[in-house]
C-alpha cells in the first residue's frame, strides 16, 4: 500500500523529473512530507509565479518537462501567470497543485479555488483527481500530453485526502497512455510535401520564416540543411533565435515589428514563404494583408489549428517539424541557388544594418554585444520582456538552440529571473545570464533570495533606464511624449542584491562594462550588474502597430 | 456566415461540457442552440452544437475542439443530408371558453400533443425542426406564451452513414 502523495513522487522520478520547483503550503504537507527524503531535489521559491517559471526556463533550456509544486488557493492562483506563459509558448510544463479534501470540494473552504476552473483556458490539459487510484494513470497521461504534439502545460490538482489515502494500485503502467480523443500527426501528407518542393523549386525568391516549432522539435539541424541546400534566406521569430546560428550567412534575423530591415523587405518581396513551425502572431505580421503579399505560403505546423488561423496558406503541411523537413529534404533535388535573390538580400544588408549611435555614451546594445563578445555558444542567455528583450533578441548573436529562454506570446515581465534559475539548474556547468529591465526585475526580485540560499550561479544584467521604457518608448512615438505612470524612482540593485548576500556592481561609464561583465563571470556566485544605460533608448526600428511590415521607423543613423 | 450544425463526441467525464462551451465563448463564437445526452458508444456522450459563423471561422472552431483531449470527434454535418428535431415545451394562456379551442386546432395541425390542462393554461409538447417550432410559437403568441422550453436541436445523418468515432 502507497499513499497518494508517495505514488506522485515515484510518479514524477519514474517521468524523469530531476529538479522540483516549489513552494510549500496547508495542503501539500503530506507531499511535502514525502518529499523531504525521497531523493528528488526541490528548489524553494520566494513566490509561486517563480516556480512555474523556473520550471518553464528548465523545459526551454533542457527540452525536457519542467515540474512545479504549490498549494491550494493562493499559490495556485500564482502559478497561473506562469502557466500561461508556457501555454502561450508551447513549452512542456507539469504543475501539481494542492486541493482542499474532497468532501470540502465546493464548499468555499479555507485556500480553495477551482484551479482547474481557473487553468482551463490556459493549460493544454489538466486533472482534478478525486481517487487515489486514478494518480498513477493521470500523472503518466499528464507528462505524455505536456511533451508530445505541441508541447505545452497540463496541471495536476491534488485534493489532501487524495494525497493521505491509500491504494495498492498498479504503478508501472508504461508512459504511452491511450487517449481516445489524442492523437497528434507527426508525418506530413506525402502530397503536400511533393507539393511543397515542387512549389520551392519553381519559386525565385525563397524565404524561410522558422518559429518555436523548430526548437520544440528540436529540428535546428533539418532547417540549416533546408537552408543551405538551396541557398534560401532564412528569418526567424523571437522564439526560434539560436535555431540557426546568428552569423550564418544566410541567416537574416528577427522579423516583425523590431526585426531587421532586411527580413522585414525579404518577407515583403518574397514569392515562396515557407512557414515552419511558426503561427503568423501579430507581432510578426503586422498588417496581414500586407505580410508576404506575392508569395505561395507553405506552412509546416504540427497543430492543425494554427494552419489557417491568421494567413490564409496555400500549402498546408499538418506534423512534427522535424519529420516533415526530413521529408522534404528526401524530395528535394535541385541545384538552384537563387543567386539573384541572395544578392539582392545582401545589399539590403550592408545598406540597412543594425544600428546604434556612437556618441560615447552607455549605449544597452554596446552591453549586449560586449556580453556576447565574452560568453561561448552553450552559454544561456534569458531575458524579461520589454526593450531588453527586444535588444538582446537584436544584438545578442545566439549559435545555438535552447540557448535563448524569454516569453514571447505572453510577454511576460519577470518571468526572465526566475526563468534563468530553471535554466542554471538545468546546466549547472554552463553560465546563465539574466538581461532585465529596472522594470520587469522588479517583479520577481524576491528571486534573490532563492539563488543566494541555494547559490545558483546566475548573472542578473539590469538595463537600469528608470522607466518602464517599451511603455514609454510608445508614448514618446504615438502619445506626444506624455510620459504617464513609466518612471520609475531610482532603486540601488546593488544594496538590493548585498542585502541578500550577493555581490554586485553599478556600472555607469562604457569603457567600464568589458572588465564588469569579466568579474560577473570570474564570481563564483550570483551577481547584480547594474547598468546605468542612455534613458530614452529607444529599439529600433520598429513597425508601428497596424502597419506593413516594410513600414518600419528608425533604424537609420542620425 | 450561416447557421452550422456541429455533432461533437466526447468523453463523458465532469467538466467536459464546460471545456467545450468555454472554447466557444473564449475565442468569441456564439453557441445558437445546444444538445447534450450519452450516445450508443458507452463512456462518450454527444453534444449537438448549431452555431454561426463563416467557413473559416467553423473551420477554426472545429479545429480548435478537435484539440481538446477529451474531444474524441468533431464533424459538420450541416452539409451533408440529415435530419434534425428539436423538442419544445409551450405554456399557454387559454382560459376556458375563450381561445381555448383555438390553441387545441393550431397545436392539431402542428401535431402537438397536449400534455397538461389547468383552469387558465394548455400545455403542449411539438417535435420537429427548428424552423416548425419557431412557427408554432410564434402562432401562440397571439394567445399568450406563459413559457417556453426548448431542448436544442439534435441531429443525425440519415441513411447508414454514421458520426461515429474514428480516431
Not at chain 2, 145 to 162: F, P, Q, S
Request: aromatic letters at 6%.
Amino acid at each position: 500500500m502507497k499513499t497518494g502523495a508517495k505514488i506522485l513522487i515515484e510518479g514524477l522520478l519514474k517521468q524523469g523529473t530531476k529538479t522540483l520547483f516549489g513552494y510549500p503550503g496547508g495542503v501539500v504537507l503530506p507531499i511535502y512530507d514525502e518529499l523531504f527524503d525521497s531523493g528528488l531535489p526541490h528548489i524553494l521559491v520566494r513566490h509561486e509565479q517563480a516556480a512555474a517559471h523556473a520550471a518553464d526556463g528548465y523545459a526551454r533550456a533542457s527540452g525536457n518537462v519542467g515540474v512545479c509544486l504549490a498549494t491550494s488557493g493562493p499559490g495556485a492562483c500564482n502559478l497561473v501567470t506562469g502557466i500561461a506563459t508556457a501555454y502561450m509558448d508551447s513549452i512542456p510544463l507539469v504543475a501539481i497543485t494542492g486541493q482542499v479534501p474532497t468532501s470540502l470540494l465546493g464548499n468555499d473552504a479555507f485556500q480553495e479555488s477551482d484551479i482547474t476552473g481557473i487553468t482551463l483556458p490556459i493549460t493544454k490539459h489538466n486533472f482534478l483527481v478525486k481517487d487515489v487510484k486514478d494518480l498513477p494513470k493521470v500523472i503518466t497521461e499528464a507528462f505524455f500530453l505536456a511533451k508530445t504534439g505541441r508541447p505545452g502545460p497540463v496541471l495536476i490538482d491534488l485534493p489532501k485526502d487524495v494525497c493521505t489515502a491509500e491504494s495498492d494500485v498498479e504503478t508501472d503502467i508504461g508512459s504511452e497512455p491511450v487517449l481516445r480523443g489524442y492523437k497528434p500527426t507527426y508525418k506530413g501528407h506525402t502530397r503536400q510535401i511533393e507539393r511543397a518542393v515542387s512549389t520551392i523549386i519553381s519559386s525565385e525568391r525563397p524565404v524561410i520564416y522558422a518559429g518555436g516549432g523548430v526548437i520544440a522539435s528540436n529540428a535546428s539541424a533539418e532547417l540549416i540543411s533546408l537552408a543551405e541546400k538551396l541557398m534560401i534566406p532564412v528569418t526567424t521569430t523571437l522564439m526560434a533565435l539560436g535555431a540557426i546560428p546568428g552569423d550564418h550567412p544566410l541567416n537574416l534575423g528577427m522579423l516583425g515589428m523590431h526585426g531587421t530591415e532586411y527580413a522585414n523587405y525579404a518577407i515583403t518581396e518574397c514569392d515562396c514563404l515557407i512557414a515552419i513551425g511558426a503561427r503568423f502572431d501579430d507581432r510578426v505580421t503586422g498588417k496581414v494583408d500586407a505580410f508576404a503579399p506575392h508569395a505561395s505560403v507553405i506552412h509546416i505546423d504540427i497543430d492543425p489549428a494554427e494552419i489557417g488561423k491568421n494567413k490564409k496558406v496555400d500549402i498546408p503541411i499538418v506534423g512534427d517539424v522535424k519529420t516533415v523537413l526530413t521529408q522534404i529534404l528526401d524530395r528535394l533535388n535541385s541545384e538552384k541557388k537563387y543567386e539573384n535573390w541572395n544578392a539582392r538580400i545582401r545589399q539590403w544588408k550592408e545598406k540597412h544594418p543594425l544600428i546604434y549611435d556612437n556618441d560615447g555614451k552607455l549605449h544597452p546594445q554596446f552591453v549586449i554585444q560586449t556580453l556576447n563578445s565574452l560568453l561561448s555558444a552553450d552559454d544561456i542567455i534569458v531575458s524579461e520582456v520589454g526593450q531588453n528583450q527586444m535588444w538582446t533578441a537584436q544584438y545578442y548573436c545566439f549559435k545555438k538552440p535552447r540557448t535563448w529562454v524569454t516569453s514571447g506570446g505572453l510577454g511576460t515581465m519577470g518571468y526572465g529571473f526566475p526563468a534563468s534559475v530553471g535554466a542554471q539548474v538545468a546546466f549547472p556547468g554552463r553560465r546563465v545570464f539574466d538581461i532585465a529591465g529596472d522594470g520587469s526585475i522588479q517583479m520577481n526580485i524576491q528571486e534573490l533570495g532563492t539563488v543566494s540560499q541555494y547559490n545558483i550561479p546566475v548573472k542578473i544584467a539590469i538595463l537600469n533606464n528608470r522607466f518602464l521604457g517599451m511603455v514609454r518608448q510608445w508614448q514618446e512615438l504615438f502619445y506626444n511624449r506624455r510620459y504617464s505612470y513609466t518612471e520609475l524612482p531610482p532603486v540601488d540593485f546593488v544594496k538590493v542584491a548585498n542585502a541578500y548576500g550577493i555581490e554586485g556592481i553599478r556600472v555607469d561609464d562604457p569603457s567600464c562594462v568589458k572588465q564588469a561583465i569579466k568579474d560577473s563571470i570570474a564570481h563564483e556566485g550570483p551577481f547584480v550588474l547594474d547598468f546605468r544605460i542612455e534613458r530614452e533608448e529607444n529599439v529600433f526600428p520598429m513597425v508601428p502597430a497596424g502597419a506593413a511590415i516594410n513600414e518600419m521607423i528608425g533604424g537609420r543613423p542620425k | 456566415m450561416k447557421a452550422h450544425t456541429l455533432s461533437i463526441l466526447v468523453e463523458n467525464r465532469a467538466g467536459v461540457l464546460s471545456r467545450v462551451t468555454g472554447l466557444f465563448s473564449r475565442r468569441g463564437f456564439n453557441i445558437e442552440s445546444l444538445a447534450v445526452g450519452t450516445c450508443e458508444e458507452e463512456g462518450m456522450s454527444r453534444v449537438t452544437i448549431v452555431c454561426i459563423g463563416d467557413d473559416a471561422q467553423i473551420e477554426q472552431v472545429m479545429k480548435q475542439l478537435n484539440k481538446l483531449v477529451e474531444v474524441i470527434k468533431v464533424s459538420d454535418i450541416t452539409e451533408n443530408y440529415h435530419v434534425e428535431r428539436e423538442l419544445a415545451l409551450i405554456k399557454v394562456a387559454a382560459d376556458p371558453g375563450s381561445s381555448r379551442a383555438e390553441v387545441m386546432q393550431i397545436a392539431d395541425i402542428f401535431r402537438a400533443n397536449v400534455i397538461d390542462v389547468s383552469s387558465k393554461t394548455i400545455t403542449l409538447e411539438v417535435t420537429g425542426p427548428t424552423q416548425k417550432i419557431d412557427a408554432l410559437s410564434n402562432l401562440l403568441a397571439q394567445y399568450g406564451v406563459k413559457e417556453l422550453i426548448r431542448t436544442g436541436k439534435i441531429a443525425i445523418l440519415r441513411g447508414t452513414k454514421t458520426v461515429i468515432s474514428t480516431k
